[in-house]
């Protein structure tokens, strides 16, 4: 789902078919999440760090799956 070249951003925020309401928030709060249990950030972390290093903390942790 995370490489869908299509994005819908209706489905994924407030859900549609097989996606919950709230999906994309929810993952997003999750993903963030478990990168911070992973690091030691301060803010200044939180806001520059790139999509894919909390993105791979969540594959590592088995929290997502890799496509």
């Known amino acids: 789902m995370l490489s ?3 994005y819908d951003h209706s489905r994924w925020f ?3 078919g097989s ?7 929810t993952l997003g709060y999750e993903i963030v999440g478990n990168w911070l249990i992973t690091v030691r950030a ?4 939180w806001i520059n760090v ?11 942790s088995g929290l997502i799956a890799k496509d």
């Open 4 to 6: 869908e070249v299509r």
């Open 50 to 60: 790139p999509a894919g290093v909390p993105i791979t903390a969540a594959i590592k």
């Open 14 to 16: 407030f859900g549609r």
């Open 19 to 25: 996606i919950p309401r709230w999906f994309g928030y």
């Open 42 to 45: 301060d803010t200044v972390d």
